[in-house]
């Protein structure tokens, strides 16, 4: 989400240790020990923990891409990478918890290998992946907000009863904007593929 905003921001340099790369770097690394601590001891609290410091981290690494001016190609790679990560690690974990059924996932996971092979065409083609979108940022907002509120939501205590429409209500609504983002990256490589298929012709 943070590096997202770095195509706009003019020429992207070939830098690989700057700050807001080994921020996305420490993000990475904890997706394993994010999904160990959900799968493993179920220690769901430290699991939030890890998923607030990534949230936090993901923040920070792209003001200071831009404060530092340290905007970068691997940047730009790492953060929605990281982001992805997180989400399918997240889901793979709920579903073998049964808190979310298996069908979520699988929609979820079928958009983003549709969005995987149109980036893919699109490439072949000779063109850019298309921009993240504000609808794909607040896709990615909501569900990473709706990841710690579902694993608050398992309880009974009066916190848990609290956390879980709040919870219920960011998943659904990022999903469906998950989803609506996903169908715009197929329109844009429709009328990218028709472009080409006109200068072909033309």
Sequence with gaps: MAEDAQSSAGELSDRVWTIPNVLSMLRLAGVPVFLYL???PQADGWAIAVLMFSGFTDWLDGKIARWLNQTSRLGALLDPAADRLYTLATILAFVLRDIVPWWVAAVLVGRDLLV?????????????????????KA????????????????GASTAATAARP??????????????????????????ALRTLVSRVRG
């Design 166 to 191: 709040i919870a219920y209500g960011l998943a659904i609504w990022g999903g469906l904007l998950f989803l609506w983002s996903g169908l715009l990256y197929v329109v844009q490589t429709r009328a």
């Design 116 to 136: 995987a092979v149109c980036i893919a065409v699109l490439r072949r083609g000779g063109f850019a992946p298309p921009e993240v979108t504000y609808i794909g």
């Design 139 to 154: 896709a990615t907002f909501n569900l990473m907000y709706s990841f710690p509120l579902l694993l608050l939501g398992q």
């Design 38 to 40: 959900l799968l493993g």
